[in-house]
Nanobody, 119 residues
Framework: QLVESGGGLVQPGGSLRLSCVGSGFTPGYNAVGWFRQAPGKMREEVSCISSRGGTTTYADSVKGRFTVSRDNAKSTVYLQMNNLKPEDTAVYSC??????????????WGQGTQVTVSS
Protein backbone atom coordinates (compact mmCIF):
# COMPACT_ATOMS: atom_id res chain seq x y z
CA GLN A 1 0.00 0.00 0.00
CA LEU A 2 1.18 3.52 -0.83
CA VAL A 3 -0.21 6.71 0.70
CA GLU A 4 0.62 10.18 -0.61
CA SER A 5 0.35 13.42 1.30
CA GLY A 6 1.53 17.00 1.08
CA GLY A 7 -0.59 18.33 -1.74
CA GLY A 8 -2.48 21.59 -1.57
CA LEU A 9 -2.99 25.03 -3.02
CA VAL A 10 0.11 27.13 -3.66
CA GLN A 11 0.82 30.33 -5.55
CA PRO A 12 3.02 30.33 -8.64
CA GLY A 13 6.66 30.29 -7.61
CA GLY A 14 5.86 28.48 -4.40
CA SER A 15 6.97 25.10 -3.12
CA LEU A 16 5.46 21.89 -1.86
CA ARG A 17 6.91 18.62 -0.66
CA LEU A 18 4.96 15.46 -1.37
CA SER A 19 5.47 12.28 0.64
CA CYS A 20 4.75 8.71 -0.34
CA VAL A 21 4.69 6.24 2.56
CA GLY A 22 4.74 2.54 1.80
CA SER A 23 3.66 -0.48 3.79
CA GLY A 24 3.34 -4.18 3.19
CA PHE A 25 6.53 -4.61 1.20
CA THR A 26 10.27 -4.66 1.80
CA PRO A 27 11.50 -1.08 2.16
CA GLY A 28 14.18 -0.14 -0.30
CA TYR A 29 13.66 -3.06 -2.65
CA ASN A 30 11.68 -1.33 -5.39
CA ALA A 31 12.15 1.79 -7.44
CA VAL A 32 9.37 4.32 -6.97
CA GLY A 33 7.89 6.67 -9.53
CA TRP A 34 5.92 9.88 -9.21
CA PHE A 35 3.20 10.50 -11.77
CA ARG A 36 0.71 13.25 -12.38
CA GLN A 37 -2.53 13.60 -14.26
CA ALA A 38 -4.25 16.86 -15.06
CA PRO A 39 -7.93 17.04 -16.11
CA GLY A 40 -8.30 16.03 -19.74
CA LYS A 41 -4.68 14.97 -20.06
CA MET A 42 -2.88 11.67 -20.04
CA ARG A 43 -0.96 10.58 -16.99
CA GLU A 44 2.74 11.36 -17.21
CA GLU A 45 5.73 10.23 -15.23
CA VAL A 46 7.30 13.13 -13.40
CA SER A 47 10.19 11.45 -11.67
CA CYS A 48 11.58 8.12 -10.56
CA ILE A 49 14.12 6.98 -8.01
CA SER A 50 15.86 3.61 -7.87
CA SER A 51 15.60 1.34 -4.87
CA ARG A 52 18.61 2.76 -3.04
CA GLY A 53 18.34 6.25 -4.45
CA GLY A 54 21.41 6.06 -6.63
CA THR A 55 19.57 6.85 -9.84
CA THR A 56 16.92 9.49 -10.39
CA THR A 57 15.05 10.55 -13.50
CA TYR A 58 12.93 13.59 -14.30
CA ALA A 59 10.57 14.72 -16.99
CA ASP A 60 11.97 17.63 -18.99
CA SER A 61 9.14 19.83 -17.77
CA VAL A 62 10.26 19.58 -14.13
CA LYS A 63 14.04 19.30 -14.40
CA GLY A 64 15.77 21.82 -12.19
CA ARG A 65 12.60 22.43 -10.18
CA PHE A 66 11.67 19.05 -8.69
CA THR A 67 13.86 16.76 -6.60
CA VAL A 68 13.04 13.18 -5.68
CA SER A 69 14.57 11.47 -2.65
CA ARG A 70 13.88 8.55 -0.36
CA ASP A 71 14.39 7.43 3.22
CA ASN A 72 14.18 3.66 3.22
CA ALA A 73 14.34 3.50 7.00
CA LYS A 74 11.02 5.33 6.99
CA SER A 75 9.65 3.60 3.86
CA THR A 76 9.08 7.07 2.44
CA VAL A 77 9.78 8.71 -0.90
CA TYR A 78 9.64 12.49 -1.26
CA LEU A 79 9.07 14.85 -4.14
CA GLN A 80 10.27 18.37 -3.45
CA MET A 81 8.64 20.76 -5.88
CA ASN A 82 10.00 24.29 -6.19
CA ASN A 83 9.13 27.21 -8.44
CA LEU A 84 5.73 25.72 -9.12
CA LYS A 85 3.83 26.80 -12.20
CA PRO A 86 0.11 26.70 -13.01
CA GLU A 87 0.81 23.91 -15.50
CA ASP A 88 2.00 21.74 -12.60
CA THR A 89 -1.58 21.55 -11.37
CA ALA A 90 -2.59 17.88 -11.29
CA VAL A 91 -3.25 14.88 -9.10
CA TYR A 92 0.12 13.45 -8.12
CA SER A 93 0.49 9.75 -7.41
CA CYS A 94 3.37 7.53 -6.44
CA UNK A 95 3.76 3.99 -7.69
CA UNK A 96 5.96 1.02 -6.93
CA UNK A 97 8.11 -0.26 -9.74
CA UNK A 98 8.34 -3.99 -10.29
CA UNK A 99 12.13 -3.78 -10.19
CA UNK A 100 14.91 -2.13 -8.23
CA UNK A 101 15.55 0.19 -11.16
CA UNK A 102 13.14 2.56 -12.93
CA UNK A 103 11.60 0.29 -15.54
CA UNK A 104 8.19 1.88 -15.93
CA UNK A 105 6.46 -1.35 -14.95
CA UNK A 106 4.42 -0.30 -11.94
CA UNK A 107 2.68 -2.73 -9.61
CA UNK A 108 1.10 -0.71 -6.81
CA TRP A 109 -0.38 2.80 -6.89
CA GLY A 110 -1.29 5.30 -4.25
CA GLN A 111 -4.59 7.15 -4.26
CA GLY A 112 -3.07 10.48 -5.25
CA THR A 113 -2.86 13.96 -3.79
CA GLN A 114 -4.11 17.15 -5.46
CA VAL A 115 -1.65 19.93 -6.25
CA THR A 116 -3.12 23.22 -7.40
CA VAL A 117 -0.93 26.13 -8.45
CA SER A 118 -2.92 29.31 -8.73
CA SER A 119 -2.85 32.93 -7.67
Amino acid sequence: QLVESGGGLVQPGGSLRLSCVGSGFTPGYNAVGWFRQAPGKMREEVSCISSRGGTTTYADSVKGRFTVSRDNAKSTVYLQMNNLKPEDTAVYSCALDRYTYCSGSMTTWGQGTQVTVSS
